[in-house]
């Protein structure tokens, strides 16, 4: 299994309103594309000047899936949405054995 996090760090204007936004439009892909086997997406509570905003943990059953997803037509719509209203973003990607 593959496992794909990303870290999200927003601009302040309009901060919260499009935070819950991207955790909606995310939280979406999951009935969209079949192969995205299981998605969570975690708003940030910690004040901390080094945290994200918002967090995306998804599991793929493999590397040609993850694949897959990064150019599918609703994931590139939210990606959208993502680089307008972000500062800077993480990913790490790994096998799960």
């Known amino acids: 299994m ?6 999200f ?3 302040d204007e309009n ?3 499009n935070i819950a936004k991207v955790q909606h439009k995310l939280m979406k ?3 969209q594309i ?3 086997k299981s998605m969570e997406v975690g708003i940030n509570f910690n004040e901390s000047e080094r945290a994200f ?3 995306l943990y998804s599991t793929f059953e ?3 899936d993850l694949r897959a997803y990064a150019v599918h037509e609703e994931h590139l719509k939210v990606l959208e949405l ?3 209203v972000t500062t800077e973003t993480k990913v790490v990607d790994y096998i799960l054995e």
């Open 2 to 7: 593959v496992v794909h996090i990303v870290m």
């Open 9 to 11: 760090k927003f601009k």
């Open 15 to 17: 901060k919260a309103l």
């Open 29 to 31: 892909l999951e009935t």
């Open 34 to 36: 079949p192969f995205l």
């Open 53 to 55: 905003d918002l967090s």
């Open 62 to 64: 493999d590397r040609a």
């Open 82 to 84: 993502i680089k307008e």
